[in-house]
C-alpha cells in the first residue's frame, strides 16, 4: 500500500511538472490595409509548419491560442492582397505575442509573398524537393556560372559531359530562362544559353514534385530568373586572372561588367540590368593550337578566339512596372563559346558517359582540330497583370536561336577542286628503333611511337546545325478563397531544326584532272546525315494548390502534345523514302491528323501532398509523370531520299521514336529549428520507361539496294532508387553552412542507344532480360560548405568541399603473357560496370578584402584557389587498376602499352598519358573588383 501511495504521489508531481513544461502561448494581432490602416476582415492567419490557422474578425482582429513555445513563421493572406510571411517570430509562454501585418494591394502575380526578416533555412511550404537561390545566397558560393552552383546541391552530380540530377543523362533536365527553355535541343548537352552568376536574380531547382506547369524535363528542372534594375543606380567591374602564380596558371583571365539602373524620366517605373562577362583559358593539357579560328565569324575568324577556350555571356533585362497596367520584363541572354571541346557536341553517345573533351590524338597539331563555335540567343518578353482580387494573368514569349559549328579549325567545309587527301595519320618521325623479338628469320621492324595523328592532316568532322524554337505560355490563376488557389495554362512551341553532319568533307568533291577537265561532284563527303525539320510541340495544364489547416495539396494533370512535322509526314508517304513498313504502319495508327500534320498525345498526372506531423516538422509526398523528347537525330537520320548515308550501320531516323517517361515517386521530411536550422531528408524511386535503344534493320537505298542501317526503337528502362538529405544552418550574424549528401543506384536494361549499337556490331542482338548498372551511376556525394560575410566587415570568405564516388567500370582479367611479356587481360563480362574507380575528391575557396569601403560598394581584392588539396581526379579509369593511367601499370589489350620493352610493332591507338585522364590541378585566380 506504502508502495502504491508512494507511486501515486510521483505521478501527481511529474503530472504538475509536465503540465508546466507544457504551458502553452498566445499569438494575437491584427490585419490592416497598408496605407489607409483599413481592418481586413476574414484574412487568413496561419503558422507556417503547424495545423494553428485562424481568421481575423470584422475589426481584423485574431488571436491563436495553445501553441507551443517555439520559433515560428506567420502567414497572413488576405484575397486581392499581397500575402506576407513573418519569420522568426518567438512564443513563449504565459506572455502574448502581438503581430500586426500591414497588406497591400496587389499589382502584379498572384502568390508573390512579401518576407519580413531572415530567410528561414527549410521552406515549410512547399511540398517538393526544390530548393531556390537568391543572388546573394549564391555570391557565398564558390561559383562562376549556374551549373557551378547546381552542382553544390544534393541529387546534382558533374560529370565529364555536363550535369546529371538524380542517375538521370545530362539532356533529360529542363532548363529555363525566365520560363524559357534555354537549351540547345540538338547538341546533345543539355547546355545552351549561358549566364554568369553574377546575373542571377534567383535560381530554382526542382528535382522532384515539378507541378504540371513545367512538362520538358524528365530529371528535374533548372529555372534561372534574371536580375532586375533596382531603384539606385549601381555598376560594378571584376577582373581575375591566374598568371600571378606561374605554377597554377592555365593562362586564365576574366572580366566582367554589371550595371543596374532606373532608367531617367520614367519615375523608376523602368529599370534596367545588364552584364557583360567574358572568360579565356588554355586550360591545363598544355598542348594548344596557335590560333583558333571561328568559321561562323568569316571576316575577322580569329576576333573572338584569342585562347584556346573563350566564352562570353551577355545578359540585358528591363522591367516595367505599373499598377494600371501590370508588369512587363523583356530579357536578352546571349552567349558564345569558341573552343575545342569535343564534349560540345555529343553526335553519339549523348545518352552515355562520354570521355572528357580534350582531342589528344591531335595534340601534337590542335590547328587542324576540331574547333567548335556554339553561339545561342534568347530573347523573352513577359507580363503580369492581376486582373481582379481573385484572378491573375502571366504571359510569356520567347524565341531561341542556337547555332553550332564544328570544323576543321575554321577551315571551309571544302575547297571548289580538291587536289590532295587530308586524312589524318601517324608517321614515325623520330630516331628509328629496331625492334626483333629473337626472331630466328631475321624480320625487323620499328617500334611504333605514341600514336598520335602527325601527318598534317585535318579532321574529318564538319557538322553545323541551328535550332529556332518561338515559345509562346499563358497562365491564369484564380483564388476563390483561402483554400483553394487553381490555375491552369498552355505553352506552344514552334520549331526549326537544321542539321549537316558530313564526314570527310573532301570526299566526292571536284578533280582538277586538267587545265581543261575537272570531274564532277559525285557525294557529299565519305558519309553524311543531311535534314531540315519544323516539328511543334506544347502542352495544357490545369491544377488546384489546396491549403487546409496546414495540410496542403497540389493536384494536377498535363497534357502534352507534340507532330513530329511535315519532313517526317512526308517521308513515311513517300515509298522513296527508306521508312520500314512497320515503321510506316505504326506512325498512322499512333497518331491523328489535325491542322495537316500528325500528332501524338500523352497524359502526366502530378500529385503533391504535405501536412505538419508536429511543429515545424512536416511531412511531404510526390507522384508525377514526366517526359523528354528524343533527341531529333533519331527520328529524322537518314530520311531523305536524296541525303542518305551508305556507309555500314548508318543511322536511320524512326518518326514514330515516342518519349522517354519517367515515373517518379517520393517521401520527405523537413523540419525547422527555429530560423536558424533547416534539415531535409526524402526517398525517392524513378522508373523510367521507353529508354532508346539502337537495332539493325535492312532497307533499301536510292538505288533499290538492300543495305544495314542502325534505327532506334523505345524498348529500355531503368531504375533508380536513392536518398537525399540536406543540412542549412545560420551560425550567426556572421557565419552559415551547409551539408548535403545522397545514395543513389541506377539501374537499367541498358546504357545508352551507343552502348546497343556496339554489341550489335558485335553479336548482332542486344539481350533483353539482362539488368545492369547504368554507366553514369556514381552513388555517393557528399557537398559541405562555410561562409563567413559580415556587412561591417571587411573580410569575406567561402570554402566548400566535395565528394563524389568515381566512375563505374567493368573489371578485367588476366589470362596469361604474350611473347613479349605482356599481361593479357580479357572483359569480365559477369561483373558488367560492377566496380567503381577512384573517388573524387576538392576543396574550393574564395576570399574578397575591401581596400576601400564607401556604403554597398568600394575596392576589393579577390583570391580564388580552385582543388586547394590537388587532388587528380580520374576522368578515364583503366580497368585493371580502377584509377587514371600512370607509367608502369598494366593496360587492356586495346591500349597502347607505353613500356619499351611491351611496346612492339603490332600496339595500336595512341599513347594512355592523356592529360585529360584527371581533372584540373590547383589553381589560383586572383583580382580586384571596384562596387559603386
Not at 168 to 173: C, F, G, M, N, Q
Not at 373 to 381: A, E, K, R
Not at 459 to 482: S, V
Not at 508 to 514: C, E, R, T
Request: glycine share 8%; proline share 5%; charged share 20%.
Amino acid at each position: 500500500m506504502r508502495y502504491s501511495k508512494a507511486l501515486l504521489t510521483i505521478a501527481l508531481i511529474l503530472c504538475q511538472f509536465a503540465g508546466i513544461a507544457q504551458q502553452k502561448g498566445v499569438l494575437r494581432g491584427r490585419a490592416l490595409e497598408k496605407g489607409t490602416n483599413e481592418p481586413l476582415p476574414n484574412a487568413a492567419v496561419s503558422i507556417v509548419g503547424t495545423f494553428y490557422q485562424t481568421l481575423t474578425d470584422f475589426d481584423g482582429n485574431f488571436e491563436i491560442r495553445d501553441i507551443k513555445p517555439g520559433t515560428y513563421s506567420v502567414k497572413f493572406q488576405f484575397i486581392g492582397y499581397q500575402p506576407i510571411l513573418f519569420n522568426d517570430i518567438k512564443i513563449v509562454s504565459r506572455k502574448p505575442t502581438v503581430l500586426t501585418a500591414k497588406l497591400q494591394e496587389q499589382s502584379e502575380m498572384l502568390n508573390a509573398v512579401t518576407v519580413v526578416g531572415r530567410k528561414n533555412q527549410v521552406d515549410l511550404e512547399k511540398a517538393s524537393s526544390a530548393i531556390t537561390l537568391t543572388g546573394n545566397e549564391i555570391g557565398k558560393l564558390v561559383a562562376k556560372g549556374v551549373e557551378d552552383v547546381l552542382a553544390q546541391q544534393a541529387g546534382v552530380q558533374r560529370t565529364t559531359d555536363g550535369l546529371q540530377i538524380r542517375g538521370a543523362r545530362v539532356y533529360e533536365t529542363e532548363y529555363l530562362i525566365d520560363g524559357i527553355s534555354a537549351q540547345d535541343p540538338l547538341a546533345g548537352t543539355g547546355g545552351g544559353v549561358s549566364v554568369s552568376s553574377s546575373s542571377v536574380g534567383s535560381l530554382n531547382l526542382m528535382t522532384g514534385g515539378a507541378s504540371a506547369e513545367y512538362g520538358g524535363g524528365s530529371a528535374g528542372i533548372i529555372n534561372t530568373r534574371i536580375k532586375e534594375g533596382g531603384e539606385k543606380f549601381s555598376w560594378s567591374l571584376n577582373y581575375q586572372t591566374d598568371q600571378m602564380v606561374d605554377a597554377t596558371s592555365f593562362n586564365t583571365d576574366e572580366l566582367e561588367v554589371t550595371v543596374s539602373t532606373p532608367v531617367p524620366f520614367t519615375k523608376k517605373k523602368l529599370r534596367l540590368f545588364t552584364t557583360a562577362r567574358g572568360q579565356w583559358s588554355d586550360h591545363y593539357f598544355g598542348s594548344t593550337a596557335n590560333q583558333l579560328k571561328s568559321s561562323l565569324f568569316p571576316d575577322n575568324p580569329e576576333l573572338w578566339a584569342p585562347r584556346q577556350s573563350n566564352d562570353y555571356t551577355h545578359t540585358v533585362k528591363l522591367s516595367y512596372a505599373d499598377k494600371t497596367v501590370g508588369k512587363f520584363t523583356l530579357t536578352n541572354s546571349h552567349s558564345l563559346k569558341v573552343n575545342q571541346n569535343s564534349r560540345t557536341l555529343q553526335i553519339v553517345g549523348f545518352d552515355a558517359l562520354l570521355t572528357p573533351g580534350f582531342q589528344f590524338d591531335r595534340s601534337n597539331n590542335l590547328d587542324n582540330a576540331t574547333t567548335y563555335t556554339h553561339h545561342s540567343n534568347l530573347t523573352v518578353l513577359g507580363w503580369n497583370k492581376r486582373i481582379n482580387a481573385k484572378t491573375g494573368l502571366t504571359v510569356s514569349a520567347g524565341r531561341l536561336f542556337t547555332n553550332l559549328r564544328a570544323d576543321a579549325n575554321g577551315r571551309p567545309f571544302r575547297a571548289e577542286t580538291v587536289d590532295q587527301i587530308y586524312d589524318e595519320a601517324y608517321i614515325f618521325t623520330g630516331d628509328l628503333t629496331v625492334f626483333n623479338p629473337n626472331d630466328p628469320y631475321g624480320n625487323y621492324y620499328l617500334i611504333p611511337g605514341n600514336g598520335l595523328v602527325n601527318n598534317g592532316g585535318v579532321t574529318p568532322i564538319w557538322h553545323d546545325h541551328y535550332a529556332a524554337e518561338n515559345t509562346f505560355k499563358g497562365k491564369l490563376t484564380y483564388q476563390p478563397n483561402p483554400i483553394h488557389t487553381v490555375s491552369g495554362g498552355l505553352e506552344h512551341a514552334l520549331t526549326e531544326y537544321q542539321w549537316v553532319d558530313v564526314y570527310r568533307p573532301w570526299v566526292g568533291a571536284p578533280i582538277v584532272l586538267n587545265d581543261s577537265t575537272t570531274t564532277p561532284s559525285v557525294s557529299i563527303g565519305s558519309s553524311n546525315d543531311i535534314w531540315k525539320v519544323s516539328p511543334q510541340k506544347g502542352g495544357l495544364f490545369a491544377q488546384d494548390r489546396i491549403e487546409y489547416k496546414g495540410v496542403k495539396a497540389t493536384l494536377g494533370m498535363r497534357f502534352n502534345y507534340w507532330a513530329p512535322g511535315k519532313f517526317a509526314d512526308n517521308a513515311v508517304a513517300d515509298s522513296s523514302s527508306p521508312v520500314l513498313p512497320a515503321i510506316r504502319e505504326a506512325y498512322d495508327q499512333n497518331s491523328f491528323r489535325a491542322g495537316g500534320l500528325n500528332w501524338k498525345v500523352r497524359l502526366l498526372p502530378r500529385l503533391n501532398v504535405s501536412f505538419p506531423v508536429t511543429e515545424n516538422n512536416v511531412l511531404y509526398f510526390n507522384y508525377g509523370h514526366s517526359m523528354r523528347m528524343p533527341h531529333p537525330r533519331f527520328m529524322y537520320a537518314g530520311l531523305d531520299p536524296q541525303y542518305q548515308d551508305r556507309s555500314f550501320l548508318s543511322s536511320l531516323g524512326n518518326p514514330n521514336l515516342n518519349p522517354e517517361v519517367n515515373i517518379s515517386y517520393e517521401v520527405g521530411y523537413k523540419t525547422l529549428v527555429g530560423s536558424r536550422i533547416g534539415w531535409t531528408i526524402n526517398a525517392f524511386n524513378n522508373n523510367r520507361f521507353d529508354y532508346i535503344v539502337s537495332r539493325r534493320v535492312i532497307t533499301t537505298d536510292a538505288t533499290g539496294r538492300p543495305v544495314t542501317k542502325t534505327m532506334y526503337i523505345n524498348q529500355d528502362y531503368a531504375k533508380i532508387i536513392g536518398v537525399e538529405t540536406q543540412l542549412n544552418a545560420r551560425l550567426n550574424n556572421s557565419f552559415s553552412s551547409f551539408f548535403n549528401g545522397s545514395y543513389q543506384q541506377a539501374r537499367g536494361k541498358s546504357n545508352s542507344a551507343r552502348e546497343s549499337a556496339l554489341q550489335i556490331a558485335q553479336t548482332g542482338e542486344v539481350p533483353l532480360t539482362q539488368e545492369q548498372f547504368l554507366a553514369w551511376d556514381r552513388p555517393w556525394k557528399f557537398n559541405a560548405g562555410v561562409s563567413f560575410q559580415n556587412d561591417s566587415s571587411k573580410f569575406r570568405a567561402s570554402l566548400n568541399a566535395q565528394y563524389t564516388s568515381g566512375y563505374r567500370y567493368t573489371p578485367q582479367i588476366l589470362e596469361g603473357y604474350n611473347d613479349l611479356g605482356r599481361p593479357q587481360y580479357r572483359v569480365d563480362n559477369a561483373n558488367y560496370l560492377r566496380e567503381r574507380g577512384a573517388y573524387w575528391f576538392g576543396i574550393n575557396g574564395k576570399a574578397s578584402y575591401a581596400l576601400v569601403k564607401f556604403g554597398t560598394g568600394g575596392i576589393l581584392l579577390n583570391v580564388e584557389v580552385m582543388n586547394i588539396t590537388g587532388r587528380r581526379n580520374a576522368q578515364l579509369v583503366n580497368p585493371i587498376t580502377g584509377r587514371a593511367y600512370e607509367y608502369g601499370d598494366d593496360v587492356p589489350l586495346t591500349w597502347r602499352d607505353p613500356r619499351p620493352e611491351f611496346n612492339g610493332p603490332q600496339e595500336t591507338g595512341t599513347d594512355p598519358r592523356n592529360p585529360a585522364r584527371y581533372s584540373a590541378p590547383t589553381q589560383i585566380l586572383a583580382g580586384i573588383q571596384i562596387k559603386w
